[in-house]
């Protein structure tokens, strides 16, 4: 199973941006699937999770009414909406998916997600 990350770049203040992520070698269907960034120097968050029955679970006080997480299993993706981007979002943002129908208390650590994309730079300039 891999998933491939994409959709990261540049974008201004206030700006938005939609990062989607596609899972290869399994249906998408089957997981549990989250949201995290890495801010340089600081350590991986995680932002949102939602599970097999699409309960979504939010992290983090600053991204809620701002990012949204959504999954379309035809297509085996999940997407992660962002709007109203700011400085601080600056980072590399990566998802994951794990196998249980439920979000880890805190999303967790690493070792409780399955498998990870490889991460998608995202710059906000001020």
């Known amino acids: 199973v891999q998933l491939q990350a994409s959709g990261g770049g540049l974008v201004q203040n206030g700006g938005s941006l939609r990062l989607s992520c596609e899972v290869r070698?399994?249906?998408?269907?089957?997981?549990?699937i989250g949201w995290f960034r890495q801010a340089l120097g600081k350590e991986r968050e995680g932002l949102l999770c939602?599970?097999?029955?699409?309960?979504?679970?939010s992290n983090r006080d600053s991204v809620k009414g701002r990012f949204t997480i959504s999954r379309d299993n035809d297509k085996n993706t999940m997407y992660l909406q962002m709007n109203n981007l700011q400085p601080e979002d600056t980072a590399v943002y990566y998802c994951?998916?794990?196998?249980?129908?439920?979000?880890?208390?805190?999303?967790?650590?690493?070792?409780?997600?399955?498998?990870w994309g490889q991460g998608t730079l995202v710059t906000v300039s001020s």
């Open positions: 939602m599970t097999l029955s699409e309960n979504v679970t």
């Open positions: 070698g399994q249906r998408l269907r089957y997981y549990t």
């Open positions: 994951a998916a794990r196998y249980y129908d439920y979000c880890p208390a805190s999303f967790g650590t690493s070792r409780q997600w399955n498998y």
